[in-house]
């Protein structure tokens, strides 16, 4: 599982997806919200209703007392993806790039890209509706 945030309009949006790419947990907070601390409610309902699940791959900023939390109580293993100092530009990270593909697959939802949302329960109730559609075309699509 891969965890990360995205940054939109005062607002963070975090996700934990499968190796599919598929939506497991969201949660969505204000822009002020460390990615720890937002981290911290994540993982647990990850834990809540994913039980199963023993390790996630997290981005930079879900380093610290996160990672001893998540193996200590939360008995999962939180492995971080750092990007390298040395390198300039972009650069593909291993595991991380599933998360991204997974907001490109949101972001053509012209809701979600915009965030007409004034409530982050209704953002993240946006998401998983978009996760829905992004589902049920794949389950559509005519064999080849």
């Known amino acids: 599982m891969t ?9 963070k949006r975090h996700i934990v997806v499968d ?10 907070t204000a822009a002020s919200v460390t990615d720890r ?8 309902r990850l834990r809540e209703r994913h039980w199963r699940i023993t390790l996630v791959w997290a981005d930079g900023g879900y380093t610290g007392r996160l990672v001893d939390l ?8 939180l492995g971080v993806v ?17 998360v991204e593909r997974t907001f490109a697959w949101l972001m053509r939802s012209r809701r979600l890209a915009r965030d ?12 998983r509706w978009s996760m829905s559609m992004v589902m049920s075309r794949r389950l559509a699509r005519r064999p080849r």
Do not use: C, H
Not at 21 to 27: D, I, K, P, S
Not at 37 to 44: H, K, M, Q, S
Not at 116 to 125: H, M, N, S
């Open 37 to 44: 601390d937002a981290g911290r409610t994540l993982l647990a």
């Open 70 to 77: 998540a193996r200590d109580i939360l008995a999962i293993a």
């Open 82 to 98: 750092k990007r390298s100092d040395d390198t300039t530009g972009f650069v593909v990270l291993p595991k991380r790039w599933l």
């Open 116 to 127: 007409y949302e004034t409530r982050t329960d209704t953002a993240e109730a946006m998401i």
């Open 3 to 11: 965890s990360r945030g995205q940054w939109i309009n005062g607002r």
């Open 19 to 28: 190796t599919l790419g598929l939506l497991l947990t969201v949660m969505v």
